[in-house]
């Protein structure tokens, strides 16, 4: 299971940091991505990060403006989001993919699903 949590309400160029939390099962071995879903839009991938945590990716639209991390020792992910954009506004999902592992940067690519939390930006 995966739990996200830290979304929000945030004023534009404010930040907020993203966690999720795996349980029941082997977290060490998945990559995880957090992806969202803005009002009316398709679901898209917003960034990933591979099991060992030594290769992150990210979609053009965010980087250098947020950072994914984990910590295996904690079974957790987190994704940073610095100088937040209206265009931000979205219900963020963390998801993983067990091996073989599929394509990170499509929704289809993932196994399993937390619920969301919804980030909310202002302008």
């Known amino acids: 299971q995966l739990q996200a949590s830290g979304g929000g309400l945030v004023q534009a160029g404010g930040s907020l940091r993203l966690s999720c939390i795996a349980s029941g099962g082997i977290f060490s071995n998945l990559n995880v991505g957090w992806l969202r879903q803005a009002p009316g839009k398709e679901r898209e991938f917003v960034a990933g990060i591979r099991w060992s945590g030594g290769s992150t990716y990210y979609t053009d639209s965010v980087k250098g403006r947020f950072t994914i991390s984990r910590d295996n020792t904690k079974n957790t992910v987190h994704l940073q989001m610095n100088s937040l954009k209206p265009e931000d506004t979205a219900v963020y999902y963390c998801?993983?993919?067990?091996?073989?592992?599929?394509?990170?940067?499509?929704?289809?690519?993932?196994?399993?699903w937390g619920q969301g939390t919804l980030v909310t930006v202002s302008s």
């Open positions: 998801a993983a993919d067990r091996p073989p592992y599929g394509r990170y940067w499509s929704p289809s690519g993932y196994d399993y």
